[in-house]
C-alpha cells in the first residue's frame, strides 16, 4: 500500500513530467510559428534598411522606393483600384443576397452555385476569360456589338481602369455575397413587420430596416475585399500591364526584375503592409461595438417576402449578373481552349485538341505544374491544418499559460498580404545557410504560413463545439492528452478537418501573388504557368490549362460537398 | 512442411545455373545496347559525348526561342544523343538573365547553358568572370557573315539570328495602305491599331528601341506612346495579338510572323525601309555549370546542321551555318538592308532605354 508521501511524489512527477512534455511541445511550436511568421516580417523590415551592397543600414531604399513618380503613382492606382472593386462589388453582391435570402425569388439553388461556381474560379483566369471577351478590337462583346448594331465602335475596352475593376469586381463580389447571406438568413422577420406594421412598404423597410442591421457585415466582408484587390498580382498583372495601369503589386514585380533590388522591394511593402493592419484593427472595432440583437435570435423566424410580379425581373437581373461572373467567362474560356487561334471564332476548322496534347505531353514543366500544384497545396493543407489544430487545442483546453499569444501568432498571416510575405520569406530563407531558394520547401512554407489562420480558425471552431467532458473522461481513465486527442477527439473533428483542410488546399493549389517569387524553374505551379504562357500571349494554351485547373478544383469542391454537406464555403463556422 | 516444399518448388536452380543466366542476360543488354547507342563520331566528339551522357542532363536557360520551339529543339537533341535529357527554362530575355542574376545570387549553380538575346548580359557577366571559355568545335564552319559576332575570346558564339520588321493584319489591312518604314508607325494614322514587345522583357525589343531612337531621337518612342499601341512582353506574342485580330500592324520578329501567315494567318510582313534591325542570338556556357559535358556537347548541337534546320524550320529564324538555308517566303539576308547595334550601344543603352520605356508607358 503506497504511503501518503509516496503518492504525492508519484502524482507530483507525473505532473511534472507532463509540464515537461507540454513546455517541450511549447517551445516547439512557438519556434516553428516563429520561424514562419515572426522571422520574414523581421527580415523584411530590416533588409528594407539595408544597404544592397555593402550590407550597412541606410534609408537609400526607401528614398529609390518612393523618390520616383511612378512608383508613388502605382501606390495612388492601388488604393483607387481597392476602393472601386470593394464598392462594385459591395453594388453587386448585396441586392443578390438580400433576394437569395429574404424573398422568394426563383432558381435559388442555380443562383448558389453559381456563385459557387464564381468563388472557385481563380481571379486570373477571370482576367483571361475577360481578354477574350472584352479586348477593344477582338473581344466577343465587342465583335457582337458591332455585328449588331452596325457601328463601327467597339464599347467596351477591357484595358483601362474600369474594365480591371469590373473584371476583380465579377470573381471577388461572391466574398461580400456569402457573407451578406450567412447575416440576413439569421435576422428574423420581427422587425420587417413591426415596420410594415407602422407603415413603411417592401423596399422602404428593406432600406431602413434590414439592410442596416447587417451592415457590419457588409462592412467587413467589403474592407476585405479591399485588401484582397490591393494585394493581388495576377489581374493587374494580365490587364493592367498592357494597359500602362501600374499598382503596388505590378511594381514590385518590376524590382524583382532586373537589376534585382529585393531591399527595395521590401521598402516600397511596407504601405500595403500597414494599410493591412491599420483596416483590420478598424474592421475589429468596428464589428465588435455594433450590438445587433437580432442576431442573437430568439427563435423568431424568417418569413420570405413574396415579390409578385417582381419575381421574374430578380431572378433576371440575378441571371445577367451570374452570366457575366460565370457563364460568360467560361464559354470564351472552353473556346479558346478548344481554338487553334481563337481570334478566328467558332469555326470547324477552328477545332482542335493541340493544346491540350501540348500541356500534357509536349511541355514538360507546364504538365509537372499541374502536379506540383497539388502536391504543394495538399503538404502545406495538412501541414497548416497540423499546426493550427495543435494550438487551437492547446488555446481552448488552456494547457499552458499564455496560450493565447501562440493564437495571436497564427492568426498573424491574415493581416499579411501574400505577395509580402513571399518577399518577406525570399529575404530570410533564400539566401544562404538555408539556401532554400528554388527549393519546394519555400513554397510549401510560404503557403503554410499564408493559410495558416483559415486552419487555425477552423480548427478552434470545430474544437469549440466539442464539451471537454469525453476528454476529461479519458485523462481520467489514464490517458494522456494526446491519447485523447488521438483516439476520441480526432474522429469525432473528422468532417470539421476535412472540411478546413479543403478551406486551405482549394486556395493554394491556384495562389499566384505568394507563388510568383518564390516559384523557380524546378517548382513551377500551375498559376505561375498560366502567368509564363501569358508572356508569349498563347492564350489558347493558357486557357486549356486553365481549363485543367478548374476542372481539377471543381472535382476537389464535388468531393469536398459530399463529405462536409453544404457548409463547406461558409465561414459562418469559421467565425471569420 | 508445406513451407518447406513451397520453398523447394521455389527455388530458382543450381549456382552453375544462375551464373549463366547473369551472364546471358549481361550479353543481351550490351548488344542491345549497341545496337541502340548512335555510332559515336571519332575523337575529340566521342570523348565528349561519353563525359556527357555520364552527366546525364543538361539545364538551358533560353529565351531566343518561344517554349514550343525550345521544347522541339530539346526533344531533337535528347534524339540525337539518348540518355542526355535537356531541362527547358524559357522566360524573356529580362526574365531569364534576372534568374541567372538570382541563382547567383543565392549561390546556387543550376544554369550549364544561357542564351538570351540581349549581348549587354553577356558583356556584363564575361566581366564578371561567370561565363565559361570554350573552343567550340563547329565554331569554325560558321558562316562568314557571323564571324564578325563571334566572340574573340571564346566566351560566348551566335547560334541563330533574329530579324525584326513590320508585320500586319492582311484582313484588316491592303497591302498598298500598309506601313512601309518605322517613321510610319509614328503616324496618327495608326493610332490604337499597334502591338509592341516590351523592352523591359523582350531582348529584341531592347535592340529594336535602341536602333531606332538612333534613327529618330529620343522623341520617337514619346511620339509613339502618343499612338497609344498595345504593349505586351515578348516580341512573340505580337504575333498573337495579330491573329486574333486584337491590333492591326505590329513590330514583330519575321520568322514567327511568316511561320503564322503559312498556318493561314491573315498576316504578311514588310521589311522597313529604313531597314531591318538584326540581333545575333548568343549562347554560352556557365563557368559554375553543373554539368559541364553535357554543355558543351549542347553548344556544339546548337553551331551544328541539325539545330540550323530546325531553326529555320519552325521559328524561321536566320541560321549561322552557310549551308541550310532559309525557307521561301522570307527575304534571305544579304537582299535587305540590314541595322545591327554594337556591343557596347547595347550594354550601355539596354538599361535606360528600359527605364524610359517604363516612366513613359507607365509600367
Not at chain 2, 76 to 105: H, S
Request: net charge positive; aromatic share 10%; glycine share 8%.
Amino acid at each position: 500500500m503506497p504511503t501518503a508521501t509516496e503518492f504525492t511524489l508519484k502524482s507530483e512527477g507525473r505532473r511534472l513530467g507532463a509540464l515537461n512534455l507540454t513546455s517541450l511541445v511549447w517551445v516547439l511550436i512557438s519556434v516553428i510559428l516563429i520561424a514562419l511568421i515572426v522571422n520574414p516580417l523581421l527580415r523584411l523590415v530590416i533588409t528594407s534598411f539595408r544597404d544592397a551592397e555593402t550590407g550597412t543600414l541606410t534609408l537609400a531604399n526607401y528614398v529609390y522606393a518612393y523618390g520616383r513618380a511612378r512608383h508613388l503613382l502605382a501606390l495612388m492606382h492601388s488604393v483607387l483600384l481597392g476602393l472601386a472593386v470593394a464598392g462594385l462589388c459591395t453594388l453587386l453582391a448585396v441586392p443578390l443576397a438580400w433576394a437569395v435570402s429574404r424573398t422568394d425569388m426563383l432558381g435559388k439553388g442555380v443562383i448558389r452555385l453559381l456563385v459557387l461556381g464564381a468563388f472557385v474560379t481563380p481571379p486570373y483566369l477571370g482576367a483571361v476569360s475577360w481578354i477574350l471577351l472584352a479586348g477593344p478590337n477582338a473581344g466577343w462583346l465587342n465583335r457582337l456589338f458591332r455585328a449588331t448594331s452596325g457601328l463601327d465602335v467597339t464599347p467596351f475596352n477591357i484595358y483601362t481602369f474600369w474594365g480591371l475593376a469590373v473584371a476583380i469586381s465579377l470573381t471577388s463580389f461572391p466574398y461580400i455575397f456569402i457573407f451578406t447571406n450567412a447575416a440576413l438568413d439569421v435576422v428574423s422577420s420581427e422587425m420587417e413587420d413591426a415596420a410594415n406594421i407602422l407603415g413603411a412598404g417592401r423596399w422602404r423597410t428593406t432600406l431602413r430596416v434590414t439592410l442596416p442591421m447587417v451592415t457590419p457585415a457588409i462592412i467587413g466582408a467589403a474592407m476585405i475585399t479591399f485588401l484582397e484587390t490591393i494585394a493581388m498580382f495576377g489581374t493587374p498583372a494580365l490587364i493592367g500591364m498592357p494597359a500602362g495601369f501600374n499598382v503596388v503589386t505590378t511594381q514590385l514585380f518590376q524590382f524583382f526584375s532586373y537589376p534585382m533590388r529585393v531591399e527595395a522591394a521590401a521598402a516600397y511593402s511596407m504601405p500595403l503592409l500597414f494599410i493591412t493592419v491599420a483596416l483590420f484593427w478598424l474592421q475589429m472595432k468596428i464589428l465588435r461595438r455594433k450590438g445587433f440583437v437580432a442576431l442573437t435570435g430568439k427563435g423568431g423566424g424568417r418569413r420570405l417576402i413574396a415579390l409578385g410580379r417582381w419575381r421574374w425581373p430578380v431572378f433576371g437581373y440575378a441571371m445577367f449578373i451570374l452570366s457575366l461572373a460565370v457563364v460568360l467567362p467560361y464559354l470564351a474560356l472552353a473556346q479558346a481552349a478548344f481554338a487553334k487561334a481563337w481570334g478566328r471564332g467558332f469555326q470547324w476548322d477552328n477545332l482542335t485538341l493541340a493544346n491540350f496534347q501540348y500541356l500534357i505531353f509536349e511541355n514538360h514543366t507546364a504538365a509537372q505544374s499541374v502536379l506540383n500544384s497539388f502536391i504543394f497545396g495538399a503538404t502545406s493543407a495538412f501541414l497548416a491544418l497540423g499546426l493550427g489544430l495543435i494550438v487551437a487545442y492547446i488555446v481552448i483546453r488552456r494547457l499552458l499559460p499564455h496560450a493565447q499569444v501562440l493564437g495571436f501568432l497564427c492568426m498573424a498571416p491574415f493581416v499579411i498580404p501574400g505577395i509580402v510575405l513571399a518577399i518577406g520569406f525570399y529575404a530570410a530563407y533564400a539566401p544562404p545557410p538555408l539556401s532554400l531558394y528554388g527549393t519546394s520547401a519555400i513554397l510549401v512554407l510560404a503557403f503554410t504560413t499564408r493559410f495558416l489562420p483559415i486552419a487555425y480558425a477552423s480548427s478552434n471552431a470545430a474544437l469549440r463545439s466539442l464539451n471537454p467532458e469525453m476528454e476529461d473522461a479519458v485523462r481520467i481513465l489514464g490517458g494522456s492528452h494526446f491519447t485523447a486527442l488521438r483516439r476520441v477527439t480526432g474522429p469525432l473533428l473528422k468532417q470539421g478537418l476535412i472540411g478546413a483542410w479543403l478551406l486551405v488546399f482549394i486556395p493554394a493549389t491556384r495562389e499566384l501573388s505568394t507563388a510568383i517569387f518564390l516559384s523557380g524553374p524546378n517548382t513551377r505551379v500551375m498559376s505561375v504557368m498560366l502567368f509564363d504562357l501569358s508572356e508569349e500571349g498563347l492564350l489558347e494554351k493558357l486557357a486549356a490549362l486553365g481549363f485543367l485547373l478548374l476542372a481539377a478544383t471543381l472535382v476537389v469542391v464535388a468531393i469536398g460537398y459530399k463529405v462536409v454537406g453544404k457548409d463547406i464555403m461558409l465561414t459562418r463556422r469559421a467565425g471569420l | 512442411m508445406r513451407t518447406q516444399i513451397r520453398y523447394n518448388s521455389q527455388r530458382k536452380g543450381t549456382p552453375m545455373f544462375t551464373m549463366f543466366r547473369v551472364a546471358a542476360f549481361r550479353l543481351a543488354m550490351i548488344l542491345g545496347l549497341t545496337a541502340v547507342l548512335p555510332s559515336a563520331s571519332f575523337g575529340a566528339m566521342s570523348e565528349l559525348e561519353q563525359a556527357a551522357r555520364k552527366e546525364g542532363q543538361v539545364t538551358w536557360y533560353i529565351s531566343q526561342y518561344g517554349a514550343e520551339v525550345a521544347s522541339n529543339i530539346a526533344r531533337a537533341f535528347e534524339k540525337q544523343y539518348p540518355g542526355i535529357k535537356v531541362n527547358v527554362v524559357r522566360a524573356t530575355a529580362q526574365v531569364t538573365y534576372q534568374r541567372l542574376i538570382q541563382d547567383i545570387r543565392a549561390n546556387v549553380a543550376q544554369c550549364d547553358v544561357f542564351g538570351i538575346t540581349d549581348v549587354g548580359a553577356y558583356v556584363d557577366l564575361r566581366g564578371q568572370n561567370r561565363l565559361a571559355k570554350y573552343s567550340a568545335e563547329s565554331a569554325a564552319m560558321i558562316a562568314p557573315e557571323f564571324r564578325a559576332a563571334i566572340e574573340k575570346n571564346g566566351y560566348w558564339y551566335p547560334t541563330s539570328a533574329l530579324t525584326i520588321a513590320i508585320a500586319y493584319n492582311t484582313n484588316k489591312i491592303k497591302p498598298a495602305d500598309a506601313p512601309k518604314k518605322w517613321a510610319d508607325l509614328v503616324d496618327p494614322k495608326w493610332r490604337g491599331t499597334v502591338a509592341l514587345p516590351h523592352p523591359g522583357y523582350s531582348g529584341v525589343a531592347g535592340v529594336w528601341g535602341l536602333m531606332v531612337s538612333k534613327l529618330y531621337g529620343r522623341e520617337y518612342i514619346e511620339k509613339l506612346e502618343k499612338n497609344r499601341p498595345l504593349v505586351g512582353r515578348s516580341i512573340l506574342d505580337t504575333v498573337t495579338m495579330l491573329n486574333s485580330g486584337e491590333r492591326s500592324v505590329a513590330v514583330s520578329l519575321v520568322g514567327p510572323a511568316l511561320e503564322s501567315a503559312s498556318k493561314g494567318n491573315p498576316i504578311a510582313v514588310v521589311y522597313p525601309e529604313e531597314g531591318s534591325v538584326i540581333v545575333d542570338a548568343p549562347t554560352a556556357i556557365l563557368q559554375n555549370a553543373p554539368h559541364p559535358n553535357a554543355a558543351r556537347l549542347f553548344m556544339e548541337f546548337l553551331l551544328g546542321i541539325e539545330h540550323a534546320k530546325l531553326v529555320v524550320s519552325l521559328p524561321r529564324y536566320e541560321s549561322v551555318r552557310a549551308e541550310v538555308k532559309p525557307l521561301p517566303g522570307g527575304k534571305p539576308l544579304h537582299d535587305l538592308k540590314l541595322l545591327r547595334a554594337s556591343d557596347e550601344e547595347v550594354t550601355q543603352g539596354i538599361p535606360k532605354l528600359i527605364e524610359r520605356w517604363r516612366d513613359l508607358f507607365g509600367n
